[in-house]
Structure formats: C-alpha cells, structure tokens
C-alpha cells in the first residue's frame, strides 16, 4: 500500500498570502489529522477529520481551517499567513480514527513564510 | 489534560551501549501512550504503543517500553544501539478516545561510533 501522501513537499509565501496543503491518506483509512512541528512549540495538534466531518480541534486560531473529502483526502488551509506559521505540517491517517489507533505520517510539508 | 514530559532533550551513547529514553505522562484517564520516531526531513514513524494489554510492549528495530503506573511512566529502551537509531524520538499519549495525541517535546539521540 501506498503510504501517506503530502504535497507539496515546500512551499514559501509571503506574509498576508494563504496557502493550501493537501494530504492522500493510507487506502482505506478515514480518519486525517494534521500537526504543525516547529523547533519551540514542538509537534501540536490542529485538527482531525472521520468521514468528512471535523471531530477534534487543537487550539489554533481561525485561520487556520481544513476539509476532507468523500475520498478521505484532506486539505488543510491557512489564511492571512504570519511568520510564526512558518513550520513543518504533517498529515497522519488511521483506519479507525480512535485514541488507541496507531497513526501513519507523510512526510510533512515545509512552509516557510516570509 | 494530558500532558507528557520527555526529561533529556538530546541523549548521547557509544554504538553497542543500552539506549534509555525517559517519558514520564499525566493523563486522568488509563493511557494510551506510543512511542515515535522522526528521522531528518522525515515523517514520524510508529515505534511502538501501550493499549492496556501487556506492561511490557515491544516495538519495531529491538525497542521496547515499559509501561508503570505507579511511576506515571512509559521509558524507552533499546539493549545494544546502533548507528541507525540516531534521529529523534516522541513519545505520546492519546487524549481519551479521540484521534488526537499530546506530544512530548522530543529527546534527539546521537549514536558515538
């Protein structure tokens, strides 16, 4: 099986842009989560989504946004870009989507604002 | 809230020495805890996960973690290190029953060959 995919792998923009990453989970697994890691805050939680419908949301501010797709895709959107966003955003998928699920990260997206 | 601490942000041993990588959690509930590992310009990799089952959980590439309640613990440890193993590990525990983890603020492992 083909494993999480994000794209793009880089992206930079400049502050006040948006940007729109996109996320192809694991066949088969309906629950997305995203994660934004950066070298001070660490790996933190922003939102999770199950058959389309966000289930859990961590404490970020309304710019930050997402959907998933009857295909289970997902994309996750930031508008109104600061420097603070510039992180790591990382995509996992699960089959089960509950708290005892192992989940699967892609690679992550780098953006850098500037 | 859950919460978990990872005492050691960079942990350095010799090639073929015990590897120990300390994870100490609060969670108000019975945990779940994982284990992960990140290596440079990669994604995190499943190393291992409590669910309740055994206290002892062995994991992938000779890992493994014991869970103590007593001690609010899940350490990592691996007999013999090796090269391969440097990269930085997570530990985690799940907020209840939701697909949703609390992350430790990471130990880096170097490997001295």
């Known amino acids: 099986k083909a494993g999480v995919t994000q794209t793009p792998r880089y992206l930079i923009k400049t502050r006040g842009q948006q940007v729109t990453l996109s996320c192809s989970p694991i066949?088969?697994?309906?629950?997305v989560s995203w994660y934004q890691q950066t070298p001070g805050q660490g790996l933190q939680f922003l939102f999770e989504?199950?058959?389309?419908?966000?289930?859990n949301k961590g404490n970020f501010p309304g710019r930050f946004s997402g959907r998933q797709f009857s295909n289970s895709r997902s994309e996750m959107n930031v508008s109104t870009l600061e420097l603070g966003d510039s992180a790591l955003y990382l995509c996992?998928?699960?089959?089960?989507?509950?708290?005892?699920?192992?989940?699967?990260f892609g690679n992550g997206t780098r953006l850098t604002v500037t | 809230a859950q919460s978990v601490t990872q005492l050691g942000s960079h942990v350095s041993v010799s090639e073929g020495a015990l590897v120990l990588l300390r994870c100490n959690y609060s969670?108000?509930?019975?945990?779940?805890l994982f284990w992960y590992v990140q290596y440079p310009n990669q994604g995190l990799q499943l190393l291992l996960k409590?669910?309740?089952?055994?206290?002892l959980v062995k994991g992938i590439n000779g890992f493994e973690a014991e869970f103590k309640k007593s001690e609010t613990s899940f350490h990592l440890t691996k007999p013999s290190a090796h090269m391969s193993d440097a990269a930085e590990y997570f530990c985690?525990?799940?907020?209840?029953?939701?697909?949703?983890?609390?992350f430790g603020q990471g130990t880096r492992l170097t490997i001295n060959p």
């Open positions: 985690a525990v799940s907020e209840g029953g939701a697909q949703k983890l609390v």
């Open positions: 996992a998928s699960s089959f089960r989507g509950q708290g005892d699920s192992p989940l699967h």
């Open positions: 969670s108000s509930v019975p945990p779940y």
């Open positions: 409590y669910t309740s089952a055994a206290t």
């Open positions: 066949s088969g697994h309906r629950s």
């Open positions: 989504y199950f058959s389309e419908t966000q289930r």
